[in-house]
């Protein structure tokens, strides 16, 4: 819808909130359902006229960032930012919000977002049950569109804080980058265009864009 809405001419700032999916699409194709009135499901369209192609990753990390701040505020709940575009819980490390950022045509990008708040897939953490009660969507929805608003204006800041506050960081990770193969290593920052940086077993620096990415430790 979104989407659409951009190629008619939509400004930027169009935001588009679901009660429910039945068809949604995160990375790498994968589905994305949620049942009605379980999840925070939004959209936000953005023209990023100021930032260079090569760094529209950092739109992705601006919402995470966003994510996180959002969960801090209303809910009392330190959540992780797992490269390039999760949010898990704290300790169990069980996924709770997936973000996903895609060009459209005219240099438009839709940021989506799908966070759990009062119940999820098997397995996935849910903020109600972080919190230890229930949240607002509706507060949650407007402490994260003001904390993305803020951080549009500063993207060297993005890239800053992400990589200081990015849980890959740190850790020893598989990157299965599909028909490229599988990178194992230490991943080492994020840079100033959101690409992780691995350390290879065999000590290479590799920048990477695209990868599904597994903590080993």
């Known amino acids: 819808m979104v989407a659409e809405a951009a190629a008619a001419g939509a400004t930027e700032g169009l ?15 994968r589905s994305w359902e949620a049942a009605p009135g379980d999840a925070l499901l939004v959209s936000v369209l953005l023209r990023p006229d100021r ?19 959002a969960c801090a505020d209303v ?4 959540a992780r930012i797992k490269w390039p575009n999760d949010l898990l819980a704290g300790e169990s490390g069980a996924k709770l919000a997936g973000i996903l950022a895609e060009a459209t045509v005219g240099e438009v990008v839709v940021v989506g977002m799908g966070l759990n708040v009062h119940g999820g897939p098997p397995g996935a953490a849910v903020l109600d049950h972080l919190a230890g009660r229930r949240i607002s969507r ?6 994260w569109l003001e904390a993305l608003e803020r951080r549009l204006d500063d993207w060297d800041a993005v ?28 991943a080492t920052r994020v840079d100033a265009a959101g ?11 590799v ?10 430790t």
Request: hydrophobic share 40%.
């Open 15 to 29: 935001v588009v909130v679901a009660d429910f999916q039945t068809a949604g699409r995160g990375r790498l194709d």
């Open 51 to 69: 930032l260079a192609v090569e760094r529209w990753h950092l739109l992705s990390a601006a919402a995470a960032l966003s994510a996180r701040s």
């Open 75 to 78: 809910a009392g709940v330190d």
């Open 138 to 143: 509706s507060e949650l929805l407007e402490s």
């Open 159 to 186: 890239a800053s804080d992400y990589s200081k506050g990015c849980n890959t960081v740190g850790k020893r990770v598989n990157v299965d980058r599909g028909a490229t193969g599988v990178l194992r290593g230490l």
């Open 195 to 205: 690409r992780l940086i691995v350390r290879s077993d065999s000590s290479e620096e």
């Open 207 to 216: 920048a990477v864009s695209v990868g599904d990415v597994t903590h080993l």
